[in-house]
Structures are given as structure tokens and as C-alpha cells.
């Protein structure tokens, strides 16, 4: 059973939210908040497996809630972002911050519970038609692209490779089908890239590739999806 914390200053949406949840087998509601803090104290407090959080919020926003949260002792839930599209600065800060993905709040509710899911089995999900908007355009700002190769440069040839098509958006099997490679060799390649390179899932691997410029706004691709 995945459980599920709800985070949204908007009742209606959280309540949405719980009644979708609760139609869906193998997911439940563990808990709601209506702010950051709350939702940080919520998280300690019920270990839930994955935060459904919304960005602009009063007090403590998203970002810094998935920052603290994230950062928590233990085994700390996923955080799945919840925006809108003129949220784009904050959602490539909420992912700075170590969420493990986004949501686009009129995305089909059948997508959503999809991507709790996805988030919850250990992969990462950024909505598709947003994904070339954040990453790409915030990649792209001098302070964002400021690294050197150094972080990638113990990796082999190989693994650059795979890294820069992940962050052009490619799945694991479109990356095996490209490089001529087993689907099970393209996720051995993908392990080894998340232990080098101490990224904790894909969308870490996607903002370091853009850091370090093996992938630009005019190479990215369609979206990140999981492998």
C-alpha cells in the first residue's frame, strides 16, 4: 500500500485528490496538510511514502518544505510537485530541493495517481509538455550552467552517452534501442551513473547533465520518463 500526504492550501483540491486516492487500489491518504510546515511535521511524524506537494503556498512554501523534508532522517517519502504552468521558476527550484518529479495541476487525475505510482516505485517523473520548459530554460541561465565537466568525468564513454539521453528525455528502452544495447544493459548503465554520480534518481541526472553541458536547451527532448 502506498500512502500518500496530501499538501495544498486549497481544500477543494485536497479533497479531490483523497477521493480519487481512495478509489485507487494499492493507494491510500496518510495524511493532508494545508501549508509547508505542516506538511514537513506530517512527514516526520506518518513516514509517508510519497508527499503530494503544492509550490505557492503561505508561509513555508513548497520548495523549502521539499527541502527539509527530503533532507529528513531516515528513509525520507518522495515529493511529487504540484504546479501550474507559471510555476516553472519554482519547479526547477522544488527539484534543486530534491523532488522526485512534477505534476501539472490540470493534468487527467488518472495521470496524477500514475505518477504517485511511478514516484513511489523509485523512478522519476516530470510532466512531459513542461519538462522542455523548466529544465531547459533554467539550465540554460548563466548561474545555472556555471560546473565544470568535473562531476562527469570519471564516467566511461559509454556512460556519458546514456546520461546525455536521459536528459534529452529518452526511457530506458529508447536509450537501448538507440545505442544498439539490451534494455538490461541500458538500466546496468543507469545504475552505475546514479552510484557515480551520487544522483538519487533521474531527474538529478537530468539537471547535472544541463549543469555541466553535455546537453543543452537546443538538444533536449520530449520529457522525462521512467525507464
Known amino acids: 500500500m502506498i500512502r500518500v500526504l496530501l499538501t495544498d492550501d486549497q481544500p477543494l483540491v485536497r479533497h479531490g485528490l483523497r477521493v480519487l486516492i481512495a478509489d485507487r487500489p ?18 516526520g511524524r506518518l513516514a509517508p511514502d510519497v508527499v503530494v506537494m503544492d509550490i505557492r503556498m ?6 523549502e518544505a521539499t527541502r527539509r523534508i527530503v533532507a529528513g532522517s531516515g528513509t525520507p517519502p ?27 495541476k490540470d493534468m487527467d487525475m488518472d495521470q496524477i495517481l500514475t505518477a504517485i505510482e511511478v514516484v513511489a516505485a523509485g523512478d522519476a517523473l516530470l510532466a512531459p509538455g513542461v519538462t522542455r520548459r523548466v529544465i531547459a530554460e533554467f539550465a540554460a541561465r548563466p548561474d545555472a550552467v556555471a560546473r565544470s565537466l568535473g562531476p562527469v568525468e570519471g564516467i566511461t564513454v559509454r556512460e556519458r552517452e546514456v546520461l546525455t539521453l ?12 538507440r545505442l544498439h544495447i539490451s534494455v ?3 538500466k546496468a548503465h543507469m545504475g552505475r551513473l546514479l552510484t557515480k554520480l551520487d544522483a538519487r534518481d533521474r531527474v538529478q541526472l537530468v539537471i547535472l ?16 520518463r521512467p525507464g
Open 26 to 43: 494499492g493507494l491510500e491518504v496518510a495524511g493532508e496538510a494545508a501549508n509547508g510546515e505542516e506538511a514537513v511535521r506530517l512527514a
Open 58 to 63: 503561505p508561509g513555508m512554501n513548497g520548495i
Open 78 to 104: 518522495k515529493v511529487l510537485i504540484l504546479t501550474t504552468f507559471d510555476d516553472d521558476e519554482y519547479v526547477y527550484g522544488a527539484l534543486r530541493a530534491g523532488a522526485s518529479g512534477f505534476l501539472v
Open 166 to 177: 536521459v536528459a534529452r528525455g529518452l526511457s530506458n528502452a529508447e536509450i537501448a534501442a
Open 184 to 186: 538490461a544493459t541500458a
Open 209 to 224: 547533465a544541463y549543469e555541466v553541458g553535455l546537453v543543452t536547451p537546443t538538444t533536449r527532448g520530449q520529457g522525462l
